[in-house]
């Protein structure tokens, strides 16, 4: 297997907001994490745990309370969270398709 390893994290519903692409950045803020560790998808947000801070929150029992913070939410409008691994992505493509023809 060639590339970066797994990505670790929660996810989580959050009721009461529709997310938009800016609060994905006060939570990758918050979190101390980059903003494409912070993903919605069909109404549940996911964030992976991919730095020291956000590892310390995560020991603390706190990430619900820090995404609330970035949402300007209560914590009690974040539900069914649960850890998740990031699902490794399979790219098919032909090398070929990348061949200089004038190598000849």
């Known amino acids: 297997m060639f590339g970066m390893p797994l990505r670790k ?3 989580m519903k959050v009721s009461g907001v529709i997310l938009n ?4 950045h006060e939570i990758a803020a918050e ?3 980059s903003t494409s560790d912070v993903l919605i998808k069909d109404g ?4 992976y745990n ?4 956000c590892q310390e929150i995560i020991d ?3 990430l619900a309370a ?4 970035a949402l300007h939410i209560s914590p009690e409008d974040i539900s069914e969270m649960k850890a998740v691994v990031e699902e490794p992505v399979e790219l098919e493509f032909d090398l070929s398709d ?7």
Do not use: Q, Y
């Open 31 to 33: 979190l101390g994490v």
């Open 98 to 104: 990348f061949e200089d023809e004038d190598d000849d």
């Open 50 to 53: 991919t730095s020291e801070t």
């Open 44 to 47: 549940i947000l996911t964030v």
């Open 60 to 62: 603390d029992n706190a």
């Open 66 to 69: 820090f995404v609330a913070m």
């Open 9 to 11: 994290g929660f996810s």
């Open 21 to 24: 692409r800016p609060d994905m």
